[in-house]
């Protein structure tokens, strides 16, 4: 079974890595494009290498325009983080499957209106199935290091270290807005989401987190409102671990690091390591497929196909990613000030 999809967005990740991973599916055929200019939607296409037809918001085809389409089943949505739920609920309203591009919402509150809504009102009409894209879930050095995880015994503990500079010309800077967030937490939002989903993937159902403190802080000028956050989470097991992640400084990572009864399993995407309790170390090199947005859209097709929600891109499993972060920054604006997590627990995913 094949679907119509529709791309919504002419972007960095739209055109370098959700095209292609449509392209190359055997369940998505490429139908439309859609940008908020038509010079995007221009050079998306050509990126394609595909005749398809074009809309733009300054053109005389517009976003309603593609929803009326018979031929469009799906849109993948990937959008400014301030943007996208307005698409998505008129998406699904027009009765289109949506994968829709993390954060599940700009924040926790506009999050859990626009689920309880898709609850109510989509869902039980079973015409349009809402997906949110996590590609940490879809690495194999994630999903190897999980099973590996799982095989050393009770968790007694965790680090994330992620690390970063980003500068003035890079390319993911350079998009307005990027450059000016109108989003909660800039950078740390829209790259934090995907550290806390892997740490939350590596950790498994059975542990999660309940409680938080973190400070935040800004150490480039040009990375508002906060580059930078150090926390310290507590989980539902008793047991406690780190949360690191700057934008702008000149340490060094990535690093999700899990402590084991009998031992611990380090992954940085290049490798896994585990370390043993009788001092041995297995270092494994891995090979993901990209970023993860390959297999991520795959079985995004492959779900439709089987007319399913494939529960690793559950809206509500978004919603735990960016739970965490909203609170290690309103923690960070309180000055450490312990925040208790609401969306984390399996019952509420």
Known sequence: MTFGVALIGGGIWAKEEHLPAVLASEHLELKAIYSRSLRSAEDTAQASGKLVELYSEDSNQGYNDVLKREDVDAVIIALPIASQASYIRAALSAGKHVLSEKPVAENVAEAEALIKWYREEIEPQKKATWSVAEN??????????????????????????????????????????????????????????????????????DTFITRLSAFTTLLKEYLPPVDTVDAILKTNTGVQGTFQVSNGTSLVGPEWTVGCENGSVSVDFSKITVRTLDGKEDVQDVQDERTGVPPEVRQWGQALAEG???PEQSPSQALGDLELLELMLRSGEGDGQPQNCRCQQPANI
Request: aromatic residues 16%; charged residues 25%.
């Open 308 to 310: 399913k929600v494939n």
């Open 136 to 205: 940490f879930r879809y690495l194999d050095s994630f999903r190897q290091a999980r099973e590996k995880v799982q095989g050393l015994g009770k968790i007694i503990g965790f680090r994330v270290k992620v690390y970063g500079n980003i500068q003035q010309d890079g390319k993911f800077f350079n998009t307005d807005w990027r450059k000016v967030p109108t989003h909660q937490g800039g950078f740390l939002l829209d790259g934090g989401v995907h550290y806390t989903a892997g740490l939350r993937y590596l950790l498994g159902p």
